[in-house]
């Protein structure tokens, strides 16, 4: 099955710093990346995904890119906020065999003034 | 907007107990997933079901069943619960169908389950 890595666990930047997320998976066949957000005390949520057939994908100051063939993929905020301190997930599917992702083991991203 | 509820924030059970933790969707979503948080973990799948009356085991199955009688709701069910099943435990949904969107997971707010 599909085997995730996230790195780093735990990640501390000044604000206005820029935050980079890697992970890395196992099955090549995977096509579909998502990254969700779980603020403290709070469900996950998606902010961004990207799908096997494009390199890199922008949502105003947080992008995410793909390099198919080393099998990793990576979440980069910029200008980073008070706000973006949260737990940040990524994972993987093979879409065309349903629907189940497996997730990173997460990083706890810590904004400081 | 989607909406997953799960039947309790918090509970505490005691070793041994038989425990139901319920999940509800409201958006006709085909697919439904029961995960547990533990910190540095992750989100663990425990169980899925693409369809009513349908259930695959996920990644941590042992200790832990499943129900879906009917489509908007899915059971997470521990015969007898153990103190290595206090954790946080995560409802989600999603489409199902073969559309565009259709991977995105909606979670529920969790439910903080502690075995004494």
């Known amino acids: 099955g599909e085997n995730v890595e996230q790195h780093p666990s735990t990640l501390s930047v000044q604000e206005g710093d820029s935050a980079v997320i890697k992970c890395t998976y196992s099955?090549?066949?995977?096509?579909?990346f998502p990254w969700y957000k779980q603020e403290l005390g709070k469900r996950p949520q998606l902010i961004i995904d990207i799908r096997s057939n494009v390199g890199e994908k922008k949502d105003q100051r947080i992008a995410v890119t793909l390099n198919k063939t080393a099998k990793h993929f990576s979440l980069h905020i910029t200008e980073t906020q008070p706000e973006d301190s949260a737990v940040y997930f990524c994972?993987?599917?093979?879409?065309?065999?349903?629907?189940?992702?497996?997730f990173g083991t997460g990083t706890q991203l810590k904004v400081e003034l | 907007d989607v909406k997953v509820t799960q039947s309790s924030r918090y509970l505490v059970k005691r070793t041994g107990e038989k425990v139901f933790l319920e999940c509800v969707q409201d958006?006709?979503?085909?697919?439904m997933f029961w995960y547990r948080q533990d910190p540095g973990l992750g989100l663990r799948l425990i169980y899925f079901?693409?369809?009513?009356?349908?259930?695959e085991k996920g990644d941590i199955p042992e200790g832990y069943s499943v129900s879906r009688e009917k489509k908007e709701r899915f059971s997470l069910i521990l015969e007898s619960a153990s103190t290595n099943q206090t954790s946080m435990y995560l409802c989600?949904?999603?489409?199902?169908?073969?559309?565009?969107?259709?991977?995105?997971?909606?979670f529920g707010p969790g439910t903080r389950l502690l075995v004494l």
């Open positions: 989600a949904s999603s489409l199902g169908r073969q559309v565009l969107g259709a991977e995105t997971q909606y």
């Open positions: 079901s693409y369809d009513v009356k349908m259930k």
């Open positions: 994972a993987a599917i093979y879409t065309g065999g349903g629907n189940k992702l497996t």
């Open positions: 099955d090549s066949a995977s096509n579909y």
């Open positions: 958006m006709d979503h085909e697919n």
